[in-house]
T-cell receptor
Framework: SAVISQKPSRDICQRGTSLTIQCQVDSQVTMMFWYRQQPGQSLTLIATANQGSEATYESGFVIDKFPISRPNLTFSTLTVSNMSPEDSSIYLC????????????FGQGTRLTVV | QKEVEQNSGPLSVPEGAIASLNCTYSDRGSQSFFWYRQYSGKSPELIMFIYSNGDKEDGRFTAQLNKASQYVSLLIRDSQPSDSATYLCAVNMEQTGANNLFFGTGTRLTVIP
């Protein structure tokens, strides 16, 4: 299993500002995943954070809006930039267990409200 | 387009009944399938995973997989009020050398005491 610490757990931010979410894993992992869960919706993958290379973004998500850092194999950050109320959501980081076809483990999530 | 589809619900069942949750997926090359439970305001937590065709039982939960029909289901026997949550179907879509988990929209289950 993997233990993931994510912070902040929640925040209320003014529109136009940026928030950086941190994710720390208790073991080294090649890839870390960032998801968004809008109210009443399922999880949507934002990007995959690879150590030592650029993050890979899914359709509809761009680096300028969601820059990601991955300085080492246990840590990643996601920044939500120039926020608008539409960015109000839960943001989750996730890793897979060792090997292929294993379950995903999630951080506690960051509940973001943009006012 | 890679998709995972679930009955959105809400699904209500009386306490003690069987709850049946269904999921279909589009990528025929998918290898592994997961059911997560998510309580309101919490992160998803794994309930079951299944890789092979057929049934897999774990306590009150049974996962069923039919790769030919691209269909996976979750049965909850003797449903309890504590089972009330949103259940997310997740599919590991085939991608060379990488895991890539796609989630359905979730089915909200309410177990009525």
């Amino acid at each position: 299993s993997a233990v993931i610490s994510q912070k902040p757990s929640r925040d209320i931010c003014q529109r136009g500002t940026s928030l950086t979410i941190q994710c720390q894993v208790d073991s080294q992992v090649t890839m870390m995943f960032w998801y968004r869960q809008q109210p009443g919706q399922s999880l949507t993958l934002i990007a995959t954070a690879n150590q030592g290379s650029e993050a890979t973004y899914e359709s509809g998500f761009v680096i300028d809006k969601f820059p990601i850092s991955r300085p080492n194999l246990t840590f990643s950050t996601l920044t939500v930039s120039n926020m608008s109320p539409e960015d109000s959501s839960i943001y989750l980081c996730s890793v897979f267990g060792r090997g292929m076809n294993t379950e995903a483990f999630f951080g506690q999530g960051t509940r973001l409200t943009v006012v | 387009q890679k998709e995972v589809e679930q009955n959105s619900g809400p699904l209500s069942v009386p306490e003690g009944a069987i709850a049946s949750l269904n999921c279909t997926y589009s990528d025929r090359g998918s290898q592994s399938f997961f059911w997560y439970r998510q309580y309101s305001g919490k992160s998803p937590e794994l309930i079951m995973f299944i890789y092979s065709n057929g049934d897999k039982e774990d306590g009150r939960f049974t996962a069923q997989l039919n790769k030919a029909s691209q269909y996976v289901s979750l049965l909850i026997r003797d449903s309890q009020p504590s089972d009330s949550a949103t259940y997310l179907c997740a599919v590991n879509m085939e991608q060379t050398g990488a895991n890539n988990l796609f989630f359905g929209t979730g089915t909200r289950l309410t177990v009525i005491p």
